[in-house]
């Protein structure tokens, strides 16, 4: 599998060489619209800001989930915007640990960029090392000529999340409350695929936000009986692809559902589990 980490101090020194990569700033969250605010207010050098919800989805619908994949020609003209060129090394990041960001990495890889990579650590890590940060907008960069093709990560239909999930190889990403039905502040109706086995996105990642090594990921799917090729899914696709971004990190294939459970729980006619 390509790289799916940069550390800081790589991304420091590849922005002062002579073929800098891009770097994307997807700072998003449920229920907090400023993430344009938040890279006004301080971003990385060169960093273009990516709007998740405008640019890294497409049109909500019930049965396509709250973000959908974009169409590939949207992607590739927001891409070239982003000043992506063919064979460009892209970096991304948020402040929150990967949980934004794999979007970007995650649809920029389905797309066919193979050199794309997560910032470890996050917004956290580069100010942690000391590097600076800029304000206000960014001088539009040249506009690129990446050429985009679907299909390089695999994805799953509801159908086949389903049979994932009756083949115990399926992982809720979201955390422990919703998996259980407990809480369920936003999609239709409350708990999970049945089969699917939970495991928080938050828990791939250390005290400090950077992911934890491959060895102890590969342990902690090793513990959630992972032992081949898995399905992943969450709310609504974001932060799933941070999961199947872990996986990766540990050597193992996974799949996603992009329509996760927005789109599975808005369907009437799909069963829903819920406890533990």
């Known amino acids: ?54 640019e890294l989805a497409g049109p909500a619908a019930p049965l396509a989930g709250r973000h959908p994949l974009p169409a590939l020609e949207d992607l590739q003209s927001a891409a070239r915007r982003w000043g ?11 402040d929150a640990g990967g949980l934004a960001a ?11 960029i193979t050199d794309v990579t997560i910032l470890d650590g996050a917004l956290g890590a580069w100010v942690r090392a000391g590097y600076p940060l800029v304000e206000g907008e960014q001088p539009a960069p040249a506009v690129g ?26 992982l809720d990403a979201r955390s422990g409350e919703r998996f259980r039905g407990e809480s369920e502040p936003i999609d239709a109706r409350a708990g999970h695929i049945p089969g699917a086995v939970s495991a928080p996105s938050t828990q791939n990642l250390a005290a400090d936000g950077t992911f934890l090594p491959a060895g102890a990921l590969r342990g902690r799917f090793a513990s959630l009986g992972v032992t081949g090729p898995v399905g992943v899914y969450c709310g609504s696709g974001v932060t799933a692809a941070q999961e199947v971004a872990a996986l990766a990190v540990a050597g193992i294939s996974a799949a996603l559902f992009p329509g996760s459970w927005s789109a599975w729980s808005a369907d009437p006619d799909r069963p829903v589990a819920t406890g533990g």
Do not use: K, N
Not at 16 to 42: I, K, N
């Open 84 to 94: 992506i060129r063919t064979g460009a090394r892209v970096v991304v990041y948020d």
């Open 145 to 170: 000529d990446v050429v985009l093709s679907a299909g390089h990560l695999p994805v799953l239909s509801a159908d086949e999340a389903e049979a994932y999930g009756r083949a115990g190889m399926l």
């Open 1 to 54: 599998m390509p790289p799916v980490l940069t550390a800081a101090d790589q991304l420091h020194a590849a922005l002062a060489s002579t073929d800098p990569p891009v770097v994307l700033d997807v700072r998003w969250a449920l229920g907090d619209p400023e993430g344009r605010a938040h890279y006004l207010a301080g971003h990385l050098p060169c960093a273009v800001y990516v709007d998740l919800d405008v």
């Open 102 to 112: 794999a979007r970007a990495w995650w649809l920029l890889r389905w797309a066919g």
